[in-house]
């Protein structure tokens, strides 16, 4: 890598990781299901084994995750406070990207500038913006990238090795991983269609990934399979929030959320490489694309997450379209153009980008400080093992800030009943009835109902009818108001 | 599919570079017998013995138990079940399971013959019946009295006289495939195209091919239209595709993950070898039936387990640009097969019925009334017939046809209100409940009927842990 570029591509990291911590920092809190990831980290860091029996998420649960990513973080946890490392870490794995698009950009186009394009790209993508979020994808993202950087490196041993070290890190990181076999598969095919050989390295390493991605997901997984089938894919999540998901694909949405520049120059590359150049290496790349847009549109993974993934792909196949389109400014008869074409270009993604990717960082779900200071305060205030309603989203702050049982989280593989529960919930936050309230309460053992700003704005209240006394005394109220559950439901003699 | 012994040992020497796993598969395949004996004694003991130690009843599944029941009275529609009529008479009912377990003892060594005498590669037999014997559907249909353990027993044991050298026994073969279309119809179009395929590439004598074909022909529409015999017996499970299919899912039976992986692979790379295209005609029966009826899983599993065979084959006879990650796939493979079985028997005891389940059934028999219907969950429908001698709502296979029925059961099970239940209950005559441990798992115990169990019109009258017969008055 010539010096130049080496140090454009550290500013372009930088800059991307300098403007991610701004923005982690700056927004408060975490996203709601980061504090979930925060629990299990902290429990590795304090036991050194995740929390698959949990005592506080549904009032006691069995779960399974796969825990790479939990293990990863709680190393960093013993050299810094687990909240740093929660803001800092994750926002260095995605920044990592910007290295990792050049690389694969570098290695298809060979051109710098192209690639250096891609990489600005991908450290400004909108749809990667999720600054404050402390999840699994934040690894995931990265790694996927460096596997594919490995194995299009293949034909050279180190890379062999990186590529088996980070696929069997992915498998045990993230379920989503089936996204690369399927990519492989399509990648598979496209090479038959068009007649191309597929070397014999590739196909045995996309065979080995396939037995031992299937391998390892039957051992972690295998009470939940056997128990929720094939609906495993869709997590038990109950069927009235299911849509939210996993929506219905939107193609203006996902210009949005990937750029509408991007978007538009990944059409005409995949355009390009399935029907004019044929390409080998962009084929692996397209299949990706494919796997990840077909996935999403039957529903076989999360909209956001494909998107994600979506816009990494497409960042780098911008390196492709821009080399393609310096050529032909050359073969014009305004070569001179091209001087400028870099600055132009530049120009118009920074316009199209930064700002929306500024405001997807914004946007982000988290909540208040107050609504922290409210959990926390009945960790303080209530006896251990006393469990707590709340909304979906806040149920990870019951058992993370206030160390007590909750109703409902987002967790919900192994969940029986989910259906009615979320059901019982939504009641309790809409129901105008005390009695139906109490029985909910009572039937869910419940002794303390929260009700912060933002279930107030989900809801679209101003407050609960029934929280009257005797039966609900108020025990907090600072903007976040909280109830205890004073009353029974008692059976009525029958006449 | 003959190879030559030259054949043979060139790709035995191209396995034998796989350094790390090539000595032990030589040893195995030496000693394949032993091999297979000692796997099908873990894979068939383990289950029955766990059965045993819990003192619940040897024989599981709800189809052993429907044999069981029609077997114990013979009449000229159902003639077929004489012979279990007469070991149910002259054998001690736990005794009984050595049925499937003599019958999968059996085709494993006929198979073993057969492959033999057709000169099939010895590899090829060996990952087969390594694949078969380790499969959950193997495992399920020979630890329970299954009609289609009977129907692979019955082919093997027809091609197996169909190939000897001897012309009696190449015509008594077709006393034996006459037998097996007494199973169902389904079973008996695949019959019917093993044996063409048979016929078609050994070019056999006329007679004999054109007398097979026509008996097997004549025999399966004869059934179908005079005896009325089903298209396809059960089902005796809800119907899901994919976890009957794929163990791993949660299916009673089925084939482990890797092993449908496998078959993936061999459909394609078989395709070119115009010799296996008939497999393919057998694959599409297979799917077809299984599609209709989830019950055909074995049969299917048997055509699935042929092509992750030739997927083995494909995957290991050449070695690979990278030797270790050969080795390590091989290894995985392993594994996870090993997995699936292991897992599979851990959870096959709780198919059914535990001693508690028996004993509360039993009861019913001794102390309520012959006339008495009997509600309860469709998946019991066979263990109330047989040891209550009672009639249920309805028999699960038949729910398609009961329809009105199978919507009674599910109003009943979780309406909770009285105004619903209470007159459904007496418009239906249904006075006597059996609540079986599935239905406490599977509902909640705070609504529909066992919620209403509460009310003083239900009377709990006999109960053995967690299985309980209620009175409704």
Not at chain 1, 52 to 76: K, M, V, W
């Amino acid at each position: 890598m010539e010096k130049a570029t080496r140090y454009w591509l550290t500013a372009i990291f930088i800059l991307t990781l300098v403007t991610r911590l701004v923005l982690a920092f700056v927004i408060p809190n975490f996203t709601y299901e980061s504090y979930f990831n925060l629990r299990q980290v902290e429990h590795i860091h304090d036991t050194g084994l995740p929390l698959y029996q949990d005592e506080l998420s549904y009032n006691g649960r069995e779960s399974r995750f796969l825990p790479f990513f939990h293990y990863l973080l709680a190393g960093f946890s013993f050299l810094m406070p687990l909240e740093l490392v929660a803001k800092i870490i994750p926002n260095i794995f995605i920044s990592l990207i910007t290295i990792l698009v050049y690389l694969i950009s570098k290695k298809i186009t060979n051109n710098d500038p192209a690639s250096l394009i891609s990489a600005f790209i991908a450290g400004f993508m909108p749809v990667l913006y999720f600054t404050n979020s402390f999840t699994v994808e934040t690894l995931f993202l990265p790694l996927t990238l460096f596997a594919i950087y490995c194995f299009l490196n293949i034909p050279e041993r180190k890379y062999l090795a990186l590529y088996l070290v980070s696929f069997i890190v992915l498998s045990l990181t993230s379920t989503s991983t089936v996204l690369i076999l399927i990519g492989f598969g399509i990648y598979t095919l496209l090479s038959y269609l068009e007649q191309k050989q597929i070397r014999n390295e590739e196909k045995e390493l996309m065979l080995f990934s396939l037995f031992l991605f299937v391998w390892l997901q039957l051992l972690f997984f295998k009470k939940v399979l056997i128990n929720e089938g094939i609906e495993f894919i869709w997590q038990n999540i109950p069927p009235q929030i299911i849509q939210s998901y996993f929506p219905e694909v939107s193609i203006l949405q996902a210009v949005v959320l990937v750029s509408v520049v991007p978007f538009l120059a990944g059409l005409f590359v995949v355009y390009q490489s399935l029907f004019k150049v044929k390409s080998q290496r962009l084929f692996l790349l397209i299949s990706l694309v494919i796997a990840t847009t077909s996935l999403a549109w039957f529903s076989l993974l999360r909209f956001n997450f494909s998107l994600s993934f979506f816009g990494a792909i497409l960042a780098i196949l911008f390196a492709s379209f821009y080399y393609d389109l310096a050529e032909y400014v050359s073969k014009t008869k305004f070569p001179w153009l091209r001087r400028y074409l870099l600055a132009i270009t530049l120009s118009v993604l920074i316009l199209t980008i930064v700002p929306l990717a500024l405001s997807t960082a914004w946007k982000q779900d988290t909540p208040t400080n107050q609504e922290i200071a409210a959990f926390q305060w009945l960790e303080k205030n209530t006896p251990p093992g006393a469990r707590v309603a709340s909304t979906l989203p806040e149920g990870h702050l019951v058992t993370y800030y206030s160390k007590r049982p909750n109703f409902m989280d987002d967790q919900f593989s192994l969940i029986k009943n989910v259906k009615q529960r979320f059901m019982d919930l939504n009641t309790l936050y809409t129901t105008k009835f005390q009695t139906q309230a109490l029985n909910i309460l009572e039937e869910n053992k419940v002794q303390y109902l929260v009700l912060t700003p933002s279930a107030k704005e989900k809801y679209g209240i101003e407050k609960m009818e029934y929280l009257t006394q005797p039966c609900f005394q108020k025990i907090y109220d600072l903007g976040t108001r909280i109830y205890s559950i004073k009353c029974n439901l008692e059976e009525t003699m029958s006449i | 599919m003959n190879t030559t012994p030259e054949n043979n040992n060139k790709n035995n020497k191209t396995f034998q570079k796989m350094d790390l796993l090539s000595k032990y598969y030589d040893h195995l395949l030496t000693h394949k017998n032993w091999c297979f004996s000692l796997i099908l004694l873990i894979v068939l003991g383990m289950p029955l013995l766990s059965n045993y130690w819990q003192n619940s009843p040897l024989i599981m599944g709800p189809e052993s138990y429907y044999h069981l029941y029609h077997a114990q009275e013979i009449s000229w529609d159902n003639f077929y079940y004489w012979p279990l009529n007469l070991l149910q008479k002259a054998l001690p009912e736990s005794t009984l399971i050595l049925i499937p377990l003599i019958l999968a003892v059996a085709s494993v060594l006929i198979m073993l013959q057969l492959a033999k005498r057709i000169d099939l590669p010895e590899k090829l037999t060996f990952f087969f019946m390594a694949l078969l014997i380790s499969s959950p559907i193997f495992i399920f249909t020979s630890i329970t009295l299954s009609a289609h353990s009977l129907f692979f027993f019955l082919v093997l044991s027809g091609f197996l006289l169909l190939t000897s050298r001897l012309k009696v026994f190449r015509y008594l073969s077709i006393i034996l495939f006459a037998l097996a279309t007494f199973i169902d119809t389904f079973s008996s179009i695949f019959m019917l195209v093993l044996q063409a395929t048979y016929f078609y590439y050994s070019h056999k004598e006329k007679v004999l091919t054109t007398i097979c074909l026509m008996v097997t022909f004549s025999l399966t529409l004869f059934n179908y239209l005079v005896l009325q015999l089903p298209l396809q017996l059960g089902p005796f499970y809800p119907q899901r595709l994919l976890p009957e299919l794929v163990s791993d899912l949660g299916g009673v039976g089925g084939i482990p993950l890797f092993t449908l992986l496998l078959a993936v692979i061999g459909v394609f790379m078989m395709w070119k070898e115009k010799k296996y295209h008939w497999t393919y005609l057998l694959l599409l029966v297979g799917i077809g039936a299984y599609i209709q009826n989830t019950h055909f899983i074995f049969l299917l599993a048997l055509v699935i387990i042929f092509f992750a065979t030739m997927g083995i084959i494909y995957l290991f006879k050449n070695q690979w640009s990278i030797e270790t990650l050969q080795q390590f796939t091989a290894l995985i493979l392993i594994l996870g097969l090993l997995f699936s079985t292991l897992t599979y028997l851990g959870r096959i005891t709780n198919t059914g019925p535990s001693a508690d389940e028996a004993k509360v059934l039993t009861w019913l028999k001794e102390n309520v009334p012959e006339d008495q219907t009997i509600f309860s969950l469709p998946e019991s429908s066979y263990y109330i017939e047989y040891f209550s001698n009672k009639r249920p709502l309805f028999e699960y296979q038949d729910s398609e046809r009961e329809k009105d029925k199978v919507n009674l059961t599910q109003t009943l099970l979780t309406s909770t209100y009285a105004s619903i239940t209470f007159p459904l209950l007496e418009k239906n005559n249904l006075s006597m409940i059996y609540i079986a441990p599935k239905i406490k798992q599977t509902y909640p115990n705070d609504k529909g009927l066992l919620f209403l169990l509460k009310n003083e019109r239900f009377k709990l009258v006999y109960s053995s842990e967690e299985a309980e017969v209620w009175v409704f008055k």
